[in-house]
């Protein structure tokens, strides 16, 4: 990702959460065919990575918080957290 969008709009990514627990306690397990499951948006580059906005929380202040950054790693995805939960983006919603 070069930038987070055309014209430097905010971009609505897929991601896929890595945590067993987001799915009904453990119970249905968790999401291992690398779709995404949740969404969020990407709303600015920081000097590490890109941050994102999770609206899927009850509590605005985790969900825009400044550490909510997606980085690249090592195997070539982006990866990051919300609520200490690690995601990838495996998709990327096109913004015209």
Same mark, same amino acid.
């Given at each position: 990702?070069?930038?987070?969008?055309?014209?430097?709009? $905010? +971009?609505? +990514?897929?991601?896929?959460?890595?945590?067993?627990? /987001?799915?009904?306690?453990? $119970?249905?397990?968790?999401?291992?065919?690398?779709?995404?499951?949740?969404? +969020?948006?990407?709303? $600015?580059? +920081? %000097?590490?990575? @890109?941050?994102?906005?999770?609206?899927?929380?009850? /509590?605005? @202040?985790?969900?825009? %918080?400044?550490?909510?950054?997606?980085?690249?790693?090592?195997?070539?995805?982006?990866?990051? %957290?919300?609520?200490?939960?690690?995601?990838?983006? %495996?998709?990327?919603?096109?913004?015209?």
């Amino acid at each position: 990702m070069q930038s987070c969008g055309s014209g430097g709009k $905010k +971009v609505i +990514v897929g991601v896929q959460r890595h945590d067993i627990t /987001y799915w009904n306690g453990g $119970k249905n397990g968790g999401n291992n065919a690398g779709m995404a499951d949740h969404f +969020v948006s990407i709303d $600015k580059p +920081v %000097s590490d990575g @890109y941050h994102f906005n999770d609206p899927g929380t009850l /509590y605005p @202040y985790k969900g825009t %918080s400044p550490s909510n950054v997606f980085r690249l790693g090592n195997n070539g995805l982006y990866t990051g %957290s919300s609520f200490g939960k690690p995601m990838t983006i %495996s998709w990327i919603g096109l913004n015209r």
